[in-house]
């Protein structure tokens, strides 16, 4: 099968397509024929090779991507829920061979029908970014209807779906984005937004039940600031699991009477049945960006780590 491999850390060019064997599925996995592959800014960190706490868990040669949507075409002798012929989305093992192929195995726990209403293509967008805000959002921050929760990186894959989630369970959400993404994101259902181009959102937020950190900033003295607009009680969730909290954030949380929690994302098969359901039902949209031939997959990789695009990308594996 055809798969975008890499042999060695580096730049976009370090990827290339290679014809491998087709993965053979364990007891509890799911042989999955990937019609379409989510690109993450986690793809392009790992193909640097440069995050220390993600690269001991990595292995040369691998394939890359942990975005999949497809057709099941063999089950492990475990799996109960799924069959083959299932048209699923879902996220590859994670450290293992991902999605950017014909062909990839996942536990089958993380996959799940995928929404009705969407193709591939527009599925494959989904699972990584959204699984790490269902993560955020309602395993780590507990978030209750008629709270308030206050989302950075709104305007991103993980923000986004963080946004859409916290409204569509009636949430009061306010989200914080560059200029140009305001009305996106109030487009997506925010309460309001906070331009960070142009306002301080600690002089103008307080009592806030829920902080999600889903921007790519890593830095804990940001981290002090975001927790200063919390209610005591409130909950600050951080995505950014490879950037641990410090001594100064811990003691600045105890005195204000706040927890602190990371968030690495739990791919649960009964989250995605359910964020399947909301998109059929039209309460969270999927916006694609882009969709790319394997061929191009350097540039989708240039685009994505910018940290700025608006919508999914994703590579088209078997249009
Ligand atoms: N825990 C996990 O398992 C897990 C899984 C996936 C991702 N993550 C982490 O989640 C974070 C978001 O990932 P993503 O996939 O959503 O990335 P993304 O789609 O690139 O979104 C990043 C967002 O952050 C905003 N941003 C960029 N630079 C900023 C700055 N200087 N100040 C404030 N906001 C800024 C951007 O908004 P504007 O364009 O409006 O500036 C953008 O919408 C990353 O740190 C990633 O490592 C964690």
Redesign the pocket.
Known sequence: MKAIRINEFGGPEVMKIENIERPVPAPDEVLVEVYASGV???DA?IRQGENESLRSFLKLPMTLGWDAAGIVVETGSDVIFLKAGDHVYGVPNFPGDGSYAEYCVGKASQFAIKPQSLDFTQAAGVP??A???W??VFGHGNLKPGQRIFI?????????FAVQFAKAKGAYVIG??????VE??KQLGADEVID??KQQYEELLHDIDVVL??????NNGERIKAISVLKEGGIFV?????FPFNDELTEAAKIQDVKVS????EPKQEWLAEMAELIDASKVQVLINKVFPLEEVAEAHRQ?A?????G?LVLDVKS
Do not use: C, F
């Open positions: 993450n800014p986690v960190v990584l970014a699984l790490t805000a993560t955020g950075q990186g709104a305007s991103g894959g993980v923000g986004g914080m984005a560059s200029t140009d993404n996106y994101v960070y181009k950190e889903a921007s790519p900033i890593r951080s995505v950014n699991t490879d990371l968030a690495p994302n994505i910018t940290w700025h695009v608006r999914r």
